[in-house]
Nanobody, 120 residues
């Protein structure tokens, strides 16, 4: 059974860079061909797609966040990482790492989510 687990700081100061890591177990991020993705849900709002990295290392980001977003991976550790720069209070949200099969709109696997609060 594939499992995803987010890790990172729960509190970030404005203007800082958020770095979250998703550790995948039970499956390889390079051989499953899934899109390793990040989503977030701000308080009182719906889920928002941030971006993904493919098994080959290609990335795609939400246009409104593209200038501040970087998703990378460490295949040796079976992890992928989100970096979101110039954080503001509007970036406060629960952040999820998820795994999406190719050619699918459905999420196959979810991390449990991690609360990130932006506050001085």
């Amino acid at each position: 059974q594939v499992q995803l687990q987010e890790s990172g700081p729960g509190l970030v100061k404005p203007s800082q860079t958020l770095s979250l890591t998703c550790t995948v177990s039970g499956g390889s991020i390079t051989t499953t061909h899934h899109y390793c993705s990040w989503l977030r849900q701000p308080p009182g709002k719906g889920l928002e797609w941030i971006g993904f990295i493919t098994y080959s290392g290609s990335t795609n980001y939400r246009p409104s966040l593209k200038s501040r977003t970087s998703i990378s991976r460490d295949t040796a550790k079976n992890q992928f990482t989100l970096q979101l720069s110039s954080m503001t209070p509007e970036d406060t949200a629960v952040y999820f790492c998820v795994s999406i099969p190719p050619n699918s709109d459905s999420i196959a696997y979810w991390g449990q989510g991690t609360q990130v609060t932006v506050s001085s």
